[in-house]
């Protein structure tokens, strides 16, 4: 199996004509010049590049449940029991129902239990903004980074291998591991490890 270590990769979204691709991953322009282009090939450009943070991990020791729903367009304030081992970050990610939901702050009680996620980012990573119903479960989330991406030439796939660790205050950490691949035809430029 021949593997060919990989710096970036600048992925495609849609497609292109097969001349068309040709075109545009040979010729010598930067990500920024690909993004303004790429309009004119009707598709979008994404660099990825290893220490990048690729996706999210849920973290298992934060857990809480939704106390009176959540209503699409709301950015404000959600408030929630924590049924979890730790509370959540004070700031970062959560997972409620299929969205990924980013919030600035929390609130407290007393005993430093999260009692709100506040300013809120809804439908991230490509989610939807939808209503949550009451005692619906919220997940806390943890960063995926890119540790390496390989060229696998005879699978015709680029592997992206991510890492996470997921950090308690009562438990001992967990670092998991996962990889995932990306077809060559998805790739419009590669920089390969010098």
């Known amino acids: 199996m021949a593997l060919l270590t990989v710096d970036t990769l600048y992925t495609t979204y849609d497609t292109y004509t097969s001349a068309d691709a040709l075109d545009y991953a040979l ?22 590049t290893v220490g990048d943070s690729y996706g999210y991990e849920r973290n298992i020791y934060v857990a809480a449940t939704l106390d ?77 980074s890119i540790i390496t991406i390989e060229h696998n030439q005879e699978l015709e796939v680029f592997n992206i291998n991510t890492s996470a660790t997921i950090t308690s205050s009562q438990f001992p950490s967990i670092t998991t591991l996962d990889m ?13 490890v010098a």
């Open 27 to 48: 010729s010598p322009s930067t990500l920024a010049e690909k993004t303004v282009d790429s309009s004119a090939y009707l598709t979008k450009v994404n660099s990825l």
């Open 68 to 144: 009176s729903g959540l209503t699409s367009g709301v950015t404000s304030t959600v408030a929630i029991t924590v049924t979890g081992a730790d509370s959540f970050s004070s700031s970062g990610y959560a997972l409620v129902g299929a969205e990924v939901i980013y919030y600035a702050t929390t609130t407290e009680d007393g005993g430093g239990v999260t009692t709100d996620l506040n300013t809120l980012t809804r439908a991230l990573a490509s989610t939807v903004d939808v209503t949550h119903a009451t005692s619906q479960s919220i997940y806390g989330l943890v960063d995926r």
């Open 180 to 192: 995932y691949t990306i077809p060559e035809s998805l790739v419009a430029m590669v920089k390969y």
